[in-house]
């Protein structure tokens, strides 16, 4: 039904700057609805792979909103004619290298829509490897 795709990942060294893009296809209905997100892969403690939530953007109304440890650091963008969300990521570190992904939850609220939103869509993510 609705496709995401990632782009923009690759490899920098400490302090660099990456823009991840995001871009919608598919059947889409009511966009302005969509609670768009970017979540990055984390082990739990069964080291099974679990994502966290980075950063949303809630279509209809652009609002942002930011996972504690991205505040400051990262801004979540989107484009509405092109259909293309956007993490711009500054003063990157080792920490962060991973595989990130775009999420999408249609029919969903302002007040739903957050980086701990659980996503009906996923892209195939993008690699971010920060070297020191």
């Given at each position: 039904q609705?496709r995401?795709e990632?782009?923009g990942g690759g490899?920098v060294?400490t302090?660099?700057?990456?823009r991840?893009?995001?871009k919608a296809?598919?059947?889409?209905?009511t966009y302005g609805?969509?609670?768009m997100?970017?979540?990055r892969?984390?082990?739990?403690?069964?080291?099974?792979?679990?994502?966290?939530?980075v950063?949303?953007?809630?279509?209809?109304?652009?609002?942002p909103?930011?996972?504690?440890?991205a505040?400051?650091?990262?801004?979540?963008?989107h484009?509405?004619?092109?259909?293309?969300?956007?993490l711009?990521m500054?003063?990157?570190?080792p920490e962060?290298?991973?595989?990130?992904y775009?999420?999408a939850?249609?029919f969903?609220y302002?007040?739903?829509c957050?980086?701990?939103m659980?996503p009906?869509y996923?892209g195939?993510g993008?690699?971010?490897?920060v070297?020191?």
């Amino acid at each position: 039904q609705v496709r995401l795709e990632e782009s923009g990942g690759g490899s920098v060294q400490t302090g660099g700057s990456l823009r991840l893009a995001c871009k919608a296809s598919g059947s889409i209905s009511t966009y302005g609805r969509y609670c768009m997100a970017w979540f990055r892969k984390v082990p739990d403690y069964e080291h099974k792979e679990v994502r966290e939530g980075v950063a949303s953007f809630y279509v209809g109304l652009g609002t942002p909103k930011y996972a504690d440890f991205a505040e400051g650091r990262f801004t979540i963008s989107h484009d509405y004619d092109k259909k293309t969300l956007y993490l711009e990521m500054n003063n990157l570190e080792p920490e962060d290298s991973t595989m990130y992904y775009c999420g999408a939850l249609p029919f969903s609220y302002d007040d739903l829509c957050g980086p701990d939103m659980k996503p009906n869509y996923w892209g195939q993510g993008t690699q971010v490897t920060v070297s020191s």
